[in-house]
Structures are given as structure tokens and as C-alpha cells.
């Protein structure tokens, strides 16, 4: 579990988050939404501890990231996945060797032991026999499934993925969101899934953090969104005619 409390944060005389309070539940898909400019990238990266707020506490399983030394958060990104957005595999690695980096880097196995483990993350990402391909000669979707792998290599407690659908086509994405939403409940891993994507928050939200102008204004799950009051929500989730119909269908058959 990942909770933050009080997390405030202002660039430049301009405060993007304010006194921001949010849990993220483990063996969970925590999803974290907003308008552009609404201060989820922000909070995302405080998360992770690539900004540091100016105030508040950031706890990871009670443990203070914000009062961690330098050795403690070394250890503690060993316990970190990231899927960033445009997927950022290395051009000039196969796609093995794209999985087995973090192994690599990161942990002290024997050569045989970090090959165990990477053709067992591309397995479970449906890749097997890919193992030699390049980034360039794999689809977009087969491209996010390897960067799924090499987040899992070093077994996570906590994975952090920032718009994982981004530039995939609708049926891709709703295959990516299910492998996410499988590894997060099969391994209980604590993630977090900063998303534009509304068929992802009506589809794998368990746990939703919806933040307006830098303010938490809602949290739920994908089943109480439908029945929510809050305006801003209501305009952003539901902002196309398709999704109203659905959400006017869900409320009025008593979904």
C-alpha cells in the first residue's frame, strides 16, 4: 500500500497540488485521472520520487520516502516497476535483452538465473519466441508488452505506469489493460496507473483518484463513478455521448 498525505506542491509561485491526501491499495489497479493540468503527472512523480513535494509524506508501506537517505531509496527502487508511456525500449537491444536490463543492473543473479527469469516475464506476457526480435520489428502492442515484462523483471511490490494505452489502437488497449489488471492481482503488486484512457477507468478501476485544479475531488471504484454527483467528475468520465449513454444505462437498470 502506498498512501499520501498532505502532499502539496507549487512551481514557481504556483501551487499544483493542494494538501493532496490519496491511498493506494495493494493487489489493486489504482487509477489516477484528471483534466490536463489537473496536477496527476505531478503527484505521480512525487510518488515515485522524481520531485519532491514541499510538504506532506509519501509512505510505502509506512515507510517515509521523503525521510529516506540516499541508500534507502536505492533500495527501495529495487521494489519499483515503471511502463512509461512511448514504452522507452533501447533500439539497439533485442527484446530479451531489453528484459533482462533491470536483471542486469539491478540484481545479483547468475547469467542463467537472469535468463530464467526473462524468458519466465515474456511468457507471461504472451511473448515467448520473441525473444530475438528488435523494438522496430514489433507492433505497438507487442512493443508495451515487453516493457510489461522488463517492469516485472525484478518481481515489483510496486508498479507505476503513466498512460500505458498511449497510441494504441481501442482493442490493444483493452488487451494491455487486462494483462495489467492480471499481473497487479496475480502477484499483489500495489499499482498505479496515470490514465487519460476513460475505457480504462470504466474497465480495470478499482481504486480511482480523480484530482481537479490540483485537489483530490473524488475517489471510488469503477462501480460507484456511475452514480457519483461531482460535477467536474461527471464532466470528464462522461464527457462524449457514448459514455453518458452508458452511464444513463448503468444508473436507470440498476447497475
Same mark, same amino acid.
Given at each position: ?11 514557481? @509561485? ?37 520531485? *519532491? #513535494? ?8 509506512? *515507510? ?14 529495487? $521494489? ?12 539497439? $537491444? ?7 536490463? #533491470? ?36 507492433? @505497438? ?8 515484462? *522488463?517492469?516485472?523483471?525484478?518481481? #515489483? *511490490? ?5 498512460? #500505458? ?91
Amino acid at each position: 500500500m502506498i498512501q499520501v498525505k498532505n502532499i502539496t506542491k507549487s512551481f514557481d @509561485g504556483k501551487t499544483i497540488l493542494h494538501d493532496v491526501d490519496a491511498t493506494f491499495l495493494t493487489g489493486k489497479t489504482n487509477l489516477i485521472i484528471g483534466q490536463s493540468g489537473s496536477g496527476k503527472t505531478v503527484l505521480m512523480k512525487s510518488i515515485v520520487g522524481l520531485i *519532491r #513535494p514541499d510538504s506532506g509524506e509519501i509512505l510505502y508501506d509506512g *515507510r517515509d520516502l521523503l525521510k529516506m537517505n540516499s541508500s534507502q531509496v536505492k533500495d527501495l527502487r529495487r $521494489e519499483i516497476g515503471m511502463l512509461f508511456q512511448g514504452s522507452a525500449l533501447f533500439d539497439s $537491444e533485442t527484446v530479451l535483452g531489453n528484459v533482462m536490463f #533491470p536483471l542486469v543492473m539491478f540484481s545479483d543473479m547468475s547469467r542463467e538465473e537472469m535468463l530464467d527469469r526473462a524468458h519466465f516475464c515474456l511468457d507471461r506476457v504472451n511473448l515467448k519466441g520473441a525473444d530475438s526480435k528488435y523494438p522496430a520489428e514489433i507492433s @505497438g502492442g507487442m512493443q508495451k508488452r515487453v516493457a510489461i515484462a *522488463r517492469a516485472i523483471a525484478l518481481n #515489483p *511490490r510496486y508498479l507505476f505506469c503513466d498512460e #500505458p494505452n498511449s497510441g494504441l489502437d481501442p482493442r490493444t488497449s483493452i488487451l494491455i489493460d487486462e494483462l495489467l489488471s492480471d499481473i497487479t492481482h496475480e502477484y499483489g503488486i500495489t499499482t498505479i496507473i496515470n490514465t487519460h484512457d476513460m475505457n480504462s477507468v470504466l474497465g480495470i478501476g478499482e481504486n480511482i483518484v480523480f484530482l481537479n485544479k490540483g485537489h483530490r475531488a473524488w475517489v471510488g471504484d469503477k462501480h460507484q463513478i456511475y452514480h457519483s454527483d461531482n460535477e467536474a467528475l461527471n464532466d470528464f468520465v462522461f464527457a462524449t455521448d457514448l459514455f453518458r449513454h452508458v452511464k444513463d444505462y448503468v444508473v436507470n437498470h440498476g447497475g
